[in-house]
Nanobody, 125 residues
Framework: QVQLVESGGGLVQAGGSLRLSCAASGRTFSSSAMGWFRQAPGEKREFVAA????????YYADSVKGRFTISRDNAKNTVYLQMNSLKPEDTAVYYCAARTYYSGNYRGPDVYNYWGQGTQVTVSS
């Protein structure tokens, strides 16, 4: 069992930065792939970024590549999403997700078996 709690969301002006954190409980965090997804009102949940269990591989949606950075600290059971150069279209609820089994798919929401409650990110123009 893994419980995930996101924090760090808020209101920021376009061009600004935020860092999201996702604190995980449970003994499987260090062996779990982690992902960030987001969902805007009326839209489907979409992939943002993912990281392998040891941080050796990272994956990004084209829309955030070069602006967002995912990282993890297994000693702290925490995964981060550093978001720079934020745009109004980045406005959404951001969710942290964990995948506790092996899969080569990091981008599909269906492969993640644990989810946090989400944190709101609002970017004003």
């Amino acid at each position: 069992q893994v419980q995930l709690v996101e924090s760090g969301g808020g209101l920021v002006q376009a061009g600004g930065s935020l860092r999201l954190s996702c604190a995980a409980s449970g003994r499987t965090f260090s062996s779990s792939a982690m992902g960030w997804f987001r969902q805007a009102p009326g839209e489907k949940r979409e992939f943002v970024a993912a990281i392998s269990w040891n941080g050796g591989s990272t994956y990004y949606a084209d829309s955030v590549k070069g602006r967002f950075t995912i990282s993890r600290d297994n000693a702290k059971n925490t995964v981060y999403l550093q978001m720079n150069s934020l745009k109004p279209e980045d406005t959404a609820v951001y969710y942290c997700a964990a995948r506790t089994y092996y899969s080569g798919n990091y981008r599909g929401p269906d492969v993640y078996n644990y989810w946090g409650q989400g944190t709101q990110v609002t970017v004003s123009s």
